[in-house]
């Protein structure tokens, strides 16, 4: 079938080799399942700016070129990317395929993608300085499939996603929050700095 085909080949982009056989053998496992998952947010700080700078079409240009390294990173580390935002992303490490060491593979990912953003700086001075902020939370969340063709689209829902989007926000550009949580499950392994407590509107 080739709709089928160049459906899967447009998948294939976002997602490790050889996952997308894997959620389609698994679809019917997969929907509307609660799981253990570590979500990350990351997204450009000052994209407004930016377009207003450089114009819509330079802006964007550079977006494609940042997104390519949020993709490969995310992928490195096994993740998938459940959302492309205007300025960023959203990824899902241990779902919809269970994964080990979820925590650590996100903040893995994310020291890849501020290393990464660094030397896109370093060979792209005359347009500014890029910085992402990411924020990581893990917990429950529910992941089903949406739509009936065989796009696998991913939604993943609860407040678990909702904390996660919102560390993102409250991140220093050029930094990564974690809840609680992610700390817990990685600080034999990265060095942090305790924020102390922090209010989260509505959770």
Known sequence: DTALDEKLA?????????LTQKILSQRDLIEGERKLVTVMFCDLAGFTPLVERLGAEKAYTVMGQIYEILIRRVNDCEGTINEMTGDGIMALFGAPIALEEAPQRA???AQAIHRDIAAFNDQNAHLGTFRMRIG?????VVVGTLGNDLRVE????????NLAA?????????TTYVSHEV???????FAFENLGKRSVKGL
């Not at 447009?10 to 050889?18: A, I, T």
């Not at 990581?136 to 429950?140: Q, R």
């Not at 919102?166 to 050029?174: I, W």
């Not at 700390?183 to 392994?189: A, C, E, R, V, Y």
């Open 10 to 18: 447009k998948l294939q982009r976002y997602l490790p080799q050889g």
């Open 107 to 109: 903040l893995w990912a």
């Open 136 to 140: 990581i939370h893990s917990g429950p």
């Open 154 to 161: 991913f939604k993943a829902v609860g407040d678990t996603v």
């Open 166 to 174: 919102r560390l993102e926000r409250m991140a220093e550009p050029g």
């Open 183 to 189: 700390f817990k499950q990685t600080f034999s392994i």
